[in-house]
């Protein structure tokens, strides 16, 4: 998990520099990031129900292992097409792992409250790879150059495929599942055109390109719908859609993942085009949002173990508004004290939400298909993730322009406040209060 998580923001503060060696532009550079998280996404609900039919243990391994081949391929890239389909494999890689990280806790964990606390752990541990990614990504890209921050990858997949053969143990497979291949391919198209008419949306307005995405992610999303009502062993199924804590818990992940990951991009954006810093001090910059999620996740598993997962997803959402209300004050010369508040907003609410709402996903799914269970709540968090990306580099568009960037960061601001604001309502209403 914690090199899942590296690869995309350590790939951040890479950015700019990949945009002038490939000379890519911002479209570029937004398929360079959602290329790896709209794969990933797409094929996460499939890896569960895969590691559930042949083993979490296994799937990890093939991963790790393709993860590393993958990771070659992005370093030796010649140009922006081959490292965004070397970026997509690395995603297919990526969405073998996480699934089979949270079922193998789910298994090894089945009480309520251990399992809320190794959630706090394996969060904690994952959001470490945030305030590493910017600061190694930054001395890498200005030591060694870009391609230093896919190749920093092959060290350690070989120790974490050492120490997942040595101390990660063979779990039974559940043979009874079934690989939904058309439901896949649906979600993945329907996922990639989606993200493709936000990104074309921002770029050309309601071109031609822009309709044709939008028609073809409408049309696979409603083929997908009518396919798993009838599939015989359905990718999702239908009778989730009737457990309001189930939906609810994954909708508020979504929503989580779509302001939290797309304001990364885009503030990241603004340090390095807008004020011109350099990658180090780009990566220095952000630390008050990561430190402070890698920090808060194993303390709020503790919680969630002792008063259940509504209060810290609460609480997070409403920091998060209060973070990201700030905004909308931020201009082209504004301090660096100006964006500090958003920063820690989005650090402190992140590090409450994310090990909460994955433990209030996985309490209200069926108990024998932890696979499913991870692999929705992963999907809803990655997905929305690609999407903020897409939809927030459309809001702010070209960074080369500051004036146009910081109007549209102001509209970033406000569309966060409602989404975050949205989500803990829907907390009071879906997520059920704590046991006494």
């Known amino acids: 998990m914690f090199l899942v998580q590296l690869d995309v923001t350590v790939v951040n503060v890479a950015l700019p520099h990949i945009g002038h060696a490939l000379h890519a532009d911002l479209a570029g550079l937004q398929w360079v990031v959602d290329s790896y998280t709209v794969v990933l996404a797409a094929c996460l609900l499939g890896a569960g129900v895969v590691g559930d039919r042949w083993g979490h243990r296994t799937l990890a391994v093939a991963g790790l292992s393709l993860f590393g081949v993958t990771s070659l391929m992005c370093g030796l890239a010649p140009n922006t ?28 964990f089945p009480e309520r409250g251990e399992k809320a606390r190794a959630l706090g752990v394996w969060a904690g541990i994952s959001a470490l790879a945030l305030p590493a990614g910017p ?6 890209v200005t030591a060694a150059g870009w391609r230093s921050v896919f190749l920093i990858n092959l060290p350690v997949v070989a120790v974490a495929l050492a120490l997942t053969l040595r101390a990660v143990r063979k779990d039974e497979p559940a043979r009874t599942s079934r690989l939904d291949l058309p439901g896949l391919l ?13 990104i074309s949306a921002g770029r050309s307005g309601a071109s031609a390109q822009t309709i044709a995405a939008g028609a073809v992610a409408v049309v696979a999303a409603a083929l997908l719908a009518l396919w798993e009502q009838r599939a015989p ?5 239908p009778a989730l859609l009737r457990k309001l804590d ?9 929503a989580m993942n779509f302001v ?25 910059m952000l630390l008050p949002l990561f430190v402070p999620l890698a920090v808060c996740a194993p303390f709020t598993g503790r919680l969630a173990a002792r008063y259940g997962p509504r209060p810290p997803m609460l609480a997070g959402l409403l920091l998060g508004c209060v973070g990201t209300a700030f905004l909308p004050l931020i201009n082209p010369g504004s301090s660096y004290l ?3 508040p958003t ?25 024998e298909r932890p696979g499913l269970s991870s692999g929705v709540n992963n999907t809803a968090r990655q997905a929305a993730g690609a999407l903020g990306i897409a939809v927030f580099g459309a809001m702010v568009q070209d960074p080369e322009a500051p004036d146009r960037f910081t109007t549209g960061l102001h509209h970033v601001g406000v569309l966060s406040v409602v989404l975050w604001l949205a989500a803990a309502a829907l907390t009071l209403r879906a997520v059920p209060r704590p046991a006494r």
């Open 246 to 254: 189930f939906v609810g818990a994954n909708v508020i992940a979504a």
């Open 186 to 198: 649906a979600a993945a198209l329907s996922l990639t055109a989606l993200v493709y008419c936000a």
């Open 233 to 237: 062993h359905p990718m999702f199924p």
């Open 343 to 367: 920063l820690l907003g989005l650090g402190l609410g992140m590090g409450l939400l994310t090990p909460s709402v994955v433990a209030a996903a996985l309490q209200a799914g069926p108990p």
């Open 260 to 284: 939290g990951i797309g304001a990364v991009f885009v503030v990241t954006l603004y340090l390095q085009k807008v004020q011109h810093h350099d990658a180090w001090t780009a990566g220095v």
């Open 135 to 140: 600061l190694l990504g930054g001395v890498l």
């Open 338 to 340: 100006t964006l500090v």
């Open 81 to 108: 097409a081959t490292l965004v389909a070397a970026r997509a494999l690395q995603g297919l890689a990526a969405a073998l792992l996480l699934p089979s990280t949270l079922a193998v806790v789910n298994r090894t």
